[in-house]
């Protein structure tokens, strides 16, 4: 039996002793985002045989990740398939990028199949890319830069501190509003994420920023690590009434993210045609994929 139990705030050390050191780049894995969600998921974690094992309910049917750490993967995973075995429910794992499908197509071939999740693919990118918007293919998004610094010259950017966290959770109260948040599910649950996000910003080691324009939040935005070379940024939100708003935050978080974050993963776009377009925008150095498997 697998000793699974829900995942907890004190289980943060645990959970990065084996994914900072991950070459896994999947947003699913920071952290902040496993802690926070855990209220939609019911996620689980288990520690066994060299790995960290995940578990947890997606549209009501159990779900697995593909596990972390080092050991022989076959055997885990012949574990996990007998722990969905003894609920009664089909196995399968969500999230699934490509390098793990080749990991498992190589310890069980042709024992399972393989869906791409488009709407759930990861947006990485070049910290680099983002922090100096260098070359022709970023002039628009410079020229949101330049309107915004021309506009609000005396704009203020500051570090995301606790103090800071009741302007935040304003200015998101005001983004609902203006997105009819109580009709959409998704986003009530994003609010419920990234308020009890907030809420743990210490615990949670989130780091962050805040845009003021005349004493005033117009943005914010805040992440966390995935592993010792990729950056999560998990929230960002902006006045859309103020012009260029988005792209400032963005850009003035990028350059404050350290230097050893070589990427920034920006999450999926959940199949959203804007927020495809916007992310798409920033030209991703890779679109990250995830497969649904499942037993053939």
Avoid at 37 to 44: I, M
Avoid at 93 to 110: D, I, N, Q
Avoid at 208 to 227: K, M, R, S
């Amino acid at each position: 039996m697998i000793p699974f139990r829900p995942i907890e705030l004190e289980d943060k050390e645990t959970v990065q002793r084996y994914t900072l050191t991950s070459k896994r780049r999947n947003c699913d894995l920071s952290f902040s985002n496993l802690y926070s969600w855990r209220f939609l998921y019911q996620t689980e974690i288990a520690e066994m045989d060299g790995f960290l094992l995940f578990r947890f309910y997606a549209d009501n049917e159990l779900a697995y990740m593909m596990p972390v750490g080092e050991g022989d993967v076959h055997r885990i995973v012949d574990v996990l398939i007998e722990d969905a075995r003894s609920k009664g429910v089909p196995f399968r794992l969500l999230g699934v990028c490509s390098y793990m499908r080749a990991e498992l197509e190589a310890a069980f071939p042709g024992r399972f199949t393989f869906t791409a999740d488009r709407d759930y693919f990861d947006y990485v990118y070049l910290r680099s890319d983002l922090a100096t918007l260098r070359g022709k293919k970023y002039q628009p998004k410079r020229n949101h830069i330049n309107r915004f610094k021309a506009a609000y010259p005396n704009y203020e950017y500051k570090e995301l501190t606790a103090e800071l966290v009741p302007e935040c959770l304003r200015l998101e109260s005001m983004w609902c509003k203006a997105n009819d948040c109580a009709e959409n599910e998704a986003l009530i649950a994003e609010r419920r994420s990234m308020t009890d996000a907030l809420k743990h910003i210490n615990e949670l080691d989130l780091r962050g920023g805040v845009l003021h324009v005349n004493g005033e939040i117009v943005a914010f935005t805040f992440g966390a690590p995935i592993n010792n070379e990729t950056f999560d940024t998990c929230v960002e939100k902006a006045n859309t009434d103020i012009e260029g708003a988005y792209a400032m935050i963005n850009n003035e978080f990028a350059n404050r993210i350290p230097e050893q974050y070589i990427y920034i993963n920006r999450e999926e776009d959940l199949g959203l045609e804007g927020l495809r377009k916007a992310k798409l925008s920033y030209y991703p150095e890779t679109l990250l994929e995830k497969y649904i498997v499942e037993l053939q």
